[in-house]
């Protein structure tokens, strides 16, 4: 079984660009969240769909943080303008469950963030 | 904040050692679960414990869950080098709509 993929695996950029992450979930699996990790932290939730609407964004920055799930399968993460502060660990993660977090969740191998 | 906070920040252990990581939490929880991320890699689920257990085992991991102590440790018996990477755990909260993380426990098993 094919695992949660993203890509690119690594982007630096300069402050005040833009920059976009792409996951593509494990087939099948209905809920996708996408998890920021700065460096020695745990994750922390950005946001979560369930199909193709948004559960919960409430941890979303949405003055610079946009998110979609495209006909309920893969998802993009974009970034505008960045700041210093988003240097960090993208995680996205699928989950075959509805109900939010009553099962395991899968992760991807995450795209690294460097803001110069 | 609900997020868990994992107790030691770091463990170095020879192989063939057992490890164990504590994890203390806030709020009522519906279930906990540990994660292991070895470096530049993603999350991996190692086991999930509800919140009417107390013990439960999955080959050399054992957690345990005390909610009266807002509390559960991992425990990891013969450690191998393979074993080196950060735990972390996560807590499912009751009422919320997130799954909490918290700060990690490095474990280096020193070959």
């Known amino acids: 079984e094919a695992g949660v993929a993203q890509s690119p695996r690594y982007k630096i950029i300069e402050k005040r660009q833009s920059v976009a992450f792409w996951c593509n979930p494990i087939?099948?699996?209905?809920?996708l969240y996408w998890y920021q990790q700065i460096l020695g932290q745990g994750p922390k939730l950005l946001i979560q769909?369930?199909?193709?609407?948004?559960?919960?964004d409430s941890q979303l920055p949405k003055d610079r943080f946009s998110a979609e799930r495209l006909k309920g399968v893969d998802s993009t993460l974009k970034i505008q303008p960045a700041k210093l502060e988003d240097s960090a660990v993208y995680l996205c993660?699928?989950?075959?469950?509805?109900?939010?977090?009553?099962?395991?969740?899968?992760f991807g191998s995450g795209t690294q963030l460097s803001v110069l | 904040s609900q997020q868990g906070e994992e107790d030691p920040q770091a463990l170095s252990i020879q192989e063939g050692e057992n490890a164990t990581m504590n994890c203390s939490y806030k709020?009522?929880?519906?279930?906990l679960q540990w994660y292991r991320q070895n470096s530049g890699r993603g999350l991996v689920h190692l086991i999930l414990?509800?919140?009417?257990?107390r013990e439960k085992h999955s080959g050399r991991l054992r957690v345990t869950l005390d909610t009266s102590k807002k509390s559960s440790s991992l425990l990891i018996t013969a450690s191998r080098a393979a074993d080196t990477a950060s735990y972390f755990c996560?807590?499912?909260?009751?009422?919320?709509?997130?799954?909490?993380f918290g700060t990690g426990t490095r474990l280096t098993v020193i070959p």
């Open positions: 993660a699928s989950s075959p469950a509805l109900r939010q977090f009553n099962e395991k969740l899968f």
């Open positions: 087939s099948g699996h209905a809920t």
């Open positions: 769909f369930q199909n193709n609407g948004v559960v919960d």
């Open positions: 709020t009522s929880i519906n279930n």
């Open positions: 414990i509800r919140s009417n257990e």
């Open positions: 996560a807590t499912d909260a009751a009422g919320a709509n997130n799954l909490f």
